[in-house]
Nanobody, 116 residues
Framework: QVQLVESGGGLVQAGGSLRLSCAAS????????MGWYRQAPGKQRELVAQ???????KYADSVKGRFTISRDNAKNTVYLQMNSLKPEDTAVYYC??????????WGQGTQVTVSS
């Protein structure tokens, strides 16, 4: 099992910045991917950004150039720096941990609200 503890999030005005953190603990294998998904009311959960243990990254088109994902392997922690936030970024953000070859785990979610 893998446990995920998220921090960050909150209320910010449009154009502002927030940083999310997610620390993983438990049965963490060397090969894994950590990332962030989000779900807005009435919408499906979508991938925001992901980073592998080899530090390959991918981003949703809607956040490219504004969000940056990074990780500290020594701390098993992933970060999401969110800049130039927009009201449409408002959602519950979920930390995700994919363990290869098997395992998919979720954090409890943290609310991000961007006011116009």
């Amino acid at each position: 099992q893998v446990q995920l503890v998220e921090s960050g999030g909150g209320l910010v005005q449009a154009g502002g910045s927030l940083r999310l953190s997610c620390a993983a603990s438990g049965s963490i294998f060397v090969s894994n991917a950590m990332g962030w998904y989000r779900q807005a009311p009435g919408k499906q959960r979508e991938l925001v950004a992901q980073i592998t243990s080899g530090t390959s990254t991918k981003y949703a088109d809607s956040v490219k150039g504004r969000f940056t994902i990074s990780r500290d392997n020594a701390k098993n922690t992933v970060y999401l720096q969110m800049n130039s936030l927009k009201p449409e970024d408002t959602a519950v953000y979920y930390c995700n941990f994919k363990r290869f070859p098997q395992g998919n785990y979720w954090g409890q979610g943290t609310q991000v609200t961007v006011s116009s």
